[in-house]
């Protein structure tokens, strides 16, 4: 009689990630995810072939989660970038293992930062589109500014040297964007 699956290759992934966002991507390890799994490291090697081919899986579950998250985002705004700005300062502060994993980490599977924050809705191409809708001359260049200054942000609410309320954040964006749009 064959044996029965108990483990899948989906809860693996679900348990992965959940462990990357508790603790970081880093403490994914196989003997790790397997205990917390509740099975040996036997069903993780039998789903993948190395941890290399997980940790793809998880970055990709991880890209489709922030893409969920900047999606549902609320949207409170006319400017331009600033509730993308607003999504991605947020999750900075919500997710930091997460954010770290997708945004901080060199390796990211062929995705530039551009790609990932753009995702499948084009939600950049979207904010550059109403830009120039408001008469900005160079939507592209006022991205690249607007994206350095909510980088920033992020990376300062992921060390916690970011203590601005909401309503400071969207003041400081919308002020950004009508400097940058000169």
């Given amino acids: 009689m064959a044996r029965t699956e108990s483990v899948t290759r989906e809860d693996l992934l679900n ?3 959940m462990m990357a966002r ?5 403490m994914v390890t196989a003997r790790r995810l397997a205990a ?3 099975c040996s490291t036997q ?3 039998r789903i993948y072939n190395n941890m290399e081919e997980l940790m793809e899986e ?7 989660y922030f893409e969920e998250y900047s999606k549902t985002y ?3 705004h006319r400017t331009p970038f600033l509730d ?3 999504a991605y300062i947020q999750f900075a502060e919500a997710d930091k293992h997460l954010f770290e994993l997708l945004f901080l980490t060199p390796h990211r599977y062929g995705k530039s930062l551009y790609d990932l924050v753009n995702g499948r809705s084009g939600v950049i191409v979207k904010e550059i589109a109403k830009a120039t809708e408001e008469g900005c001359l160079n ?3 006022l991205f690249m500014k607007m994206w350095i200054f909510i980088h920033g942000a992020a990376c300062m609410a992921l060390t916690g040297d970011y203590d601005l309320a909401a309503e400071e954040t969207a003041a400081l964006l919308e002020e950004s964007y009508t400097a940058f749009s000169r």
């Fill in 22 to 26: 508790e603790e970081g991507a880093a």
């Fill in 43 to 45: 069903p993780v090697f």
């Fill in 58 to 64: 998880l970055f990709h579950k991880t890209a489709d």
């Fill in 36 to 38: 917390r799994a509740g």
């Fill in 139 to 141: 939507p592209s260049g």
């Fill in 74 to 76: 609320p949207k409170q």
């Fill in 84 to 86: 993308l700005g607003m």
């Fill in 15 to 17: 348990t992965a990630f």
